[in-house]
């Protein structure tokens, strides 16, 4: 009897199995267009990595992601929470795997981010005297930057330094280094990793108020006679609101400063939210409401999506001597961050493949706005 249990369910097992590999096979072995190849005359089309992908435990994403994109950036693994948890103690590990990793698949690293207000270790904001905190930044920043450059295509230097109104944001930062600390950040970058290009990047700097801090900001850098090779517009935005005429607007007007201008963090939302940004501090209470597609999206709402990410790049295409790069927030719906984020446990669609790595409607709306060459 117990004999008889076994076998069935070791029969169960392999049917499993036998799915499972179905499964894979029909979402990643599809004769889909490559972003990469479409793409491969206007910019560089990439994505954010987490851990399971950098060490390829993903065996889906292992053959999606070299297949569709040339450039990545690291979703975590390059953050100072990460990367140097103590002051004397750096950890490097999954950012050596992560540049070991695209090497390997012929991908660029966009690496993600030398000073940032958020995702700091503890022991960061507990320096109370100014020179150890100045300590610190330089010895992160010469360190972190030092070891790759030659490795990584670019860092974003400083990450989210402005308010909304274009204002010095009151970073930790800020207040124990004033308002010339992003200047100092690019020089001693710029020391650090004379091969490695610079760039400054933010969310929500396609709005005009935003904007013009940020020109400001970059214009202080250049100033200063310090090195910044480009500005990055995170593009976390939302279903049905995508600012095409702002973002058109701020391509221009930053390009005319003599840099490279990308799309770093391309997501679009498409569950209700009460505020815009992505500022990973703010939260909002969990209800019902809050998660309307926990089974799956509409054909409505996945063709909104699609006519969204259709316009967006058509926009792009049009200014591909300007734009260097576009970089998707995640390579899959399931693995993006908005589905934690501002409300825990919910079931978003931002991205262009599906859960089961299945390109969407999406998907092939962008390869559509592709410039015929």
């Known amino acids: 009897m117990i004999k008889n249990v076994l076998l069935a369910g070791m029969s169960t097992l392999l049917l ?25 005359k206007d910019f560089a089309i990439g994505t954010a990595l987490n851990n399971m992908q950098i060490e390829e435990k993903d065996p889906q994403a292992a053959v999606l992601i070299p297949q ?13 929470e990460i990367i140097h948890p103590q ?21 660029t690293v966009n690496a993600h981010t030398l000073i940032w207000h958020s995702q700091l270790p503890p022991f960061v904001r507990r320096i109370q005297d100014v020179d150890s905190f100045k300590t610190f930044f330089y010895n992160h920043i010469k360190t972190v930057a030092g070891r790759y450059d030659g490795k990584v295509l670019s860092w974003d230097v ?29 020089r001693t970058a710029q020391a650090a990793a004379p091969h490695t290009q610079l760039y400054y990047n933010d969310y929500n700097n396609e709005q005009p108020a935003k904007r ?43 390009s005319a400063l003599g840099i490279k201008v990308m799309i770093t963090e391309l997501d679009i939302e498409v569950l209700p939210r009460n505020f815009q940004g992505a ?33 967006l790049f ?31 446990g919910r079931t978003n669609y931002p991205l262009l493949f599906d859960r ?12 559509a706005t592709a410039a015929k060459h």
């Open 68 to 80: 569709q994109f040339n450039t990545a950036t690291p979703e975590n693994v390059m953050k100072a």
């Open 16 to 40: 499993l199995d036998a799915s499972c590999i179905s499964a894979q096979t029909s979402a990643t072995d599809q004769k889909i267009p490559s972003l990469k190849k479409v793409f491969k």
């Open 212 to 254: 013009a801090g940020c020109i400001a900001l970059i214009k202080k850098i250049q100033a200063a006679g310090v090195r910044i090779d480009g500005v990055g517009i995170q593009g976390h935005w939302h279903l049905g609101k995508i600012p095409l005429k702002d973002i058109e607007e701020s391509i221009e007007q930053y």
């Open 314 to 344: 058509t926009l792009l295409v049009k200014h591909k001597d300007q734009i260097s790069r576009v970089t998707f927030w995640g390579v899959n719906d399931g693995q993006s961050w908005l589905n934690g984020w501002p409300v825990r």
């Open 87 to 107: 002051w004397d103690t750096y950890n490097f590990d999954m950012a050596d795997k992560m540049v070991a990793y695209c090497k390997k698949n012929s991908i």
């Open 356 to 367: 089961n790595f299945l390109p969407k409607p999406a998907f092939y709306k962008v390869v």
């Open 158 to 186: 400083v990450n989210e330094a402005l308010n909304e109104d274009g204002t010095m944001r009151k970073s930790v930062f800020l207040q124990k280094l004033g308002d010339d600390f992003v200047v100092e950040a690019f």
């Open 279 to 311: 500022d990973v501090n703010q939260r909002m209470q969990n209800d019902a409401t809050m998660n309307p597609y926990a089974n799956g999206l509409p054909d409505s709402v996945q063709q909104k999506l699609a006519d969204d990410y259709g316009a």
